[in-house]
C-alpha cells in the first residue's frame, strides 16, 4: 500500500486541499514553494500514463479547478505542473506556484511550520 493510499484511508494525516470520490489534493509535505499541492488518484496507479483515459482526463480536470483556486490563493506568477513518480509509485500531479524557474526543479526547498501549512491549505480550499 502507498504511503498515498494511507493518506487517503486517513493513516497519515495531510494538510488535505480537496476530495471528490475519485481524486485526492492535499499539500506536499516537502514542497518547493508554498502552496506546493499534489492530486492524487485514489485508485492506487504507478504510472500517470497507465491510467485510464477516462480516469487521466477527470485527473487534469481536476487539477485544473485545484490550480485555479491555488493561483487565487497563494501569490505566485503561474501555476506550474509535473509528474515524476520516482519516489512515491502512485500517480501524483505535482502544481507548483511559481515565482522564478528555480521552483519547478526540485532543488529549493521551503521550511513550513504546521500552522503555515494549515493556513495554505485553506488559503487554497476557500477559493475552490
Ligand atoms: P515524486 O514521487 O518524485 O514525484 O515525489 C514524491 C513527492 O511526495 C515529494 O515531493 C514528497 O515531498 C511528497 N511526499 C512524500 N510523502 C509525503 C507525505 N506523507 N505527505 C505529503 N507529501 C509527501
Same mark, same amino acid.
Given at each position: 500500500?502507498? &504511503?498515498?493510499?494511507?493518506?487517503?484511508?486517513?493513516? #497519515?494525516?495531510?494538510? *488535505?486541499? +480537496?476530495?471528490?470520490?475519485?481524486?485526492?489534493?492535499?499539500?506536499? #509535505?516537502? $514542497?518547493?514553494? *508554498?502552496?506546493?499541492?499534489?492530486? &492524487? $488518484? *485514489?485508485?492506487?496507479?504507478?504510472?500517470?500514463?497507465?491510467?485510464? %483515459?477516462?480516469?487521466?482526463?477527470?485527473?487534469? #480536470?481536476?487539477?485544473?479547478?485545484? +490550480?485555479? /483556486?491555488?493561483? *487565487?490563493?497563494? @501569490?505566485? !506568477?503561474?501555476?506550474?505542473?509535473?509528474?515524476?513518480?520516482? %519516489?512515491?509509485?502512485?500517480?501524483?500531479?505535482?502544481?507548483? @506556484?511559481? =515565482?522564478?524557474?528555480?521552483?519547478? =526543479?526540485?532543488?529549493?526547498?521551503? !521550511?513550513? =511550520?504546521?500552522?503555515?501549512?494549515? /493556513?495554505? /491549505?485553506? /488559503? #487554497?480550499?476557500?477559493?475552490?
Amino acid at each position: 500500500m502507498s &504511503v498515498f493510499t494511507k493518506i487517503i484511508n486517513g493513516e #497519515i494525516p495531510s494538510y *488535505k486541499v +480537496a476530495e471528490n470520490e475519485k481524486f485526492y489534493a492535499f499539500l506536499d #509535505i516537502n $514542497p518547493n514553494a *508554498k502552496g506546493h499541492t499534489l492530486v &492524487v $488518484p *485514489k485508485e492506487e496507479v504507478n504510472k500517470l500514463f497507465d491510467l485510464d %483515459e477516462e480516469t487521466f482526463n477527470e485527473l487534469m #480536470i481536476f487539477s485544473r479547478k485545484i +490550480a485555479i /483556486a491555488i493561483e *487565487k490563493g497563494v @501569490p505566485c !506568477k503561474r501555476i506550474g505542473m509535473s509528474v515524476i513518480g520516482l %519516489e512515491v509509485p502512485h500517480v501524483h500531479v505535482h502544481l507548483i @506556484p511559481l =515565482q522564478a524557474m528555480e521552483d519547478i =526543479q526540485f532543488i529549493k526547498k521551503v !521550511k513550513l =511550520q504546521p500552522e503555515e501549512f494549515e /493556513a495554505i /491549505a485553506k /488559503a #487554497i480550499s476557500d477559493n475552490l
